[in-house]
């Protein structure tokens, strides 16, 4: 199995910046596309951005040009990272990391989760 650790969540003023890291461990054989997601309180959690093990990205709309996606792998452990620029109080949610797991069968982990909050 692969675990997913969060960090980095915090309060930030809107304009401030923030950037999250998740850590795996475990196993990383068959790790494949990594992302963020975010959980706003009453809303459906929503993608914020991706990775492909090819370092392909994709963003929402709402966090282009001021988020950035990365993932970079150590020995035994790959670490994904949201730097998050300009931050608005929309940006306020519970981030989540995912990871897609190819073994011999597909599968998502997530993690905990770290709380985001942009005042005003």
């Known amino acids: 199995q692969v675990q997913l650790v969060e960090s980095g969540g915090g309060l930030v003023q809107a304009g401030g910046s923030l950037r999250l890291s998740c850590a795996t461990s475990g196993s990383t054989f068959g790790i494949n596309t990594m992302g963020w997601y975010r959980q706003a309180p009453g809303k459906q959690r929503e993608l914020v951005a991706t990775i492909t093990a090819g370092l392909n990205t994709n963003y929402t709309d709402s966090v282009k040009g001021r988020f950035t996606i990365s993932r970079a792998n150590a020995k035994n452990t790959v670490y994904l990272y949201l730097q998050m620029n300009s931050l608005k109080p929309e940006d306020t949610a519970v981030y989540y990391c995912?990871?897609?797991?190819?073994?011999?069968?597909?599968?998502?982990?997530w993690g905990q989760g770290t709380q985001v909050t942009v005042s005003s």
């Open positions: 995912n990871a897609v797991v190819v073994r011999l069968r597909v599968y998502d982990c």
